[in-house]
């Protein structure tokens, strides 16, 4: 998979996609991740990409004629066959869920528009497959809703992570949260580790963790029960 991200702040992504499982995907060479300066895509030698709002308000709006720049030349420098999709991360777009990563994890390419200041012209909309937020509030940018999308898409990808079991077993994986999980010492303070976690019955841990999980979310998040 190839992950492009347009962003004013590349920067952003260093200690987040350097460590870790992330990190291991790319040494890897499971997906790659390209950044996009968009000031590079500016016309003037000041490299300014925003300008203040018609009819008035506060902050910058980021201009329509440097995104689309650089979307063009991402695409232009990518496998015209790809499967993939164009991006924006937008509080006004669909909540990004579990399912929704999983989706994302089937295409060849994914192209990240990250915004910040005031927001983007509203004309660079038409240059978007989808705007996807991660939740109802509002962030100074679009990168850290990139970093959190590309992190969850990447769980999803063969490989990636150290079990296949891994990414089966998280919560929203199958729409409901995780069961609860113990490791040593089996008595921590009064608090016993289950017995049945104990037991090497298969049949009867996978029915134990099972229920624990539909309890766990019928108390936790009964929204995804109904």
Not at 98 to 105: D, F, G, I, P, V
Not at 124 to 146: M, Q, R
């Amino acid at each position: 998979m190839l992950i492009d991200i347009i962003t004013l702040f590349p920067e952003m992504f260093t200690g987040v996609f350097g460590e870790s499982i992330i990190k291991r995907a790319v040494d890897k060479n499971i997906f790659e991740v390209r950044f996009t300066q968009l000031r590079d895509f500016a016309f003037d030698k000041h490299r300014q990409v925003d300008d203040s709002p018609f009819g008035g308000g506060a902050g910058m709006v980021l201009k329509p004629e440097p995104v689309y720049r650089a979307v063009r030349d991402v695409l232009a420098k990518s496998d015209e066959n790809f499967s993939r999709k164009v991006i924006v991360t937008d509080p006004s777009g669909e909540v990004f869920t579990q399912s929704k990563a999983k989706e994302l994890a089937t295409l060849d390419q994914i192209v990240f528009i990250c915004g910040h200041y005031e927001g983007f012209d509203a004309r660079i909309y038409d240059l978007a497959d989808e705007l996807i937020s991660i939740g109802d509030y509002v962030l100074t940018g679009g990168e850290l809703p990139a970093m959190v999308i590309v992190d969850a898409v990447a769980r999803m990808l063969p490989n990636v992570l150290g079990s296949a079991e891994s990414a089966a077993t998280d919560s929203f994986f199958d729409g409901m949260l995780g069961f609860p999980q113990y490791t040593r010492p089996r008595d921590f303070e009064g608090k016993l580790v289950p017995d049945v976690l104990l037991s090497g019955n298969h049949a009867e841990i996978k029915k134990w963790r099972e229920t624990q999980a539909l309890n766990l979310t019928r108390a936790r998040r009964p929204d995804l029960i109904n």
